[in-house]
């Protein structure tokens, strides 16, 4: 499986951004999809996740009520609607998706997303 972001880019806070993830190779076998980020000199912590069917959605508590994940299986692509940024969002951004039969995850290159103050 091979994940690319698009979407990253500078905005000023209370702006907004849409990530995608465009999902190619053994798509069938992909399961649950989400977003991680990483800020300069922190971990890579989980944004959003959704599971195969988009039917369940979670939300890290920093972006809850800012933050859409969404996916459309039919395209292959997994999208993050950021509504209202804060400088406090920026980061690289990864998306990443968990595999069935093997269990396995992958990685996206990441996207990077400056908000400004």
């Known amino acids: 499986v091979q994940l690319v972001e698009s979407g990253g880019g500078l905005v000023q806070a209370g702006g907004s951004l849409r990530l995608s993830c465009a999902a190619s190779?053994?798509?069938?076998?992909?399961?649950?999809m989400g977003w991680y980020r990483q800020a300069p000199g922190k971990q890579r912590d989980l944004v959003a996740r959704?599971?195969?069917?988009?039917?369940?959605?979670n939300y890290a508590d920093s972006v809850k009520g800012r933050f859409t994940i969404s996916r459309d299986n039919a395209k292959n692509t997994m999208y993050l609607q950021m509504n209202n940024l804060k400088p406090e969002d920026t980061a690289v951004y990864y998306c990443?998706?968990?595999?069935?039969?093997?269990?396995?995850?992958?990685w996206g290159q990441g996207t990077q997303v400056t908000v400004s103050s």
């Open positions: 990443y998706a968990i595999t069935i039969a093997p269990v396995r995850n992958y």
């Open positions: 190779g053994i798509t069938f076998k992909i399961n649950a």
């Open positions: 959704i599971t195969s069917s988009g039917g369940s959605t």
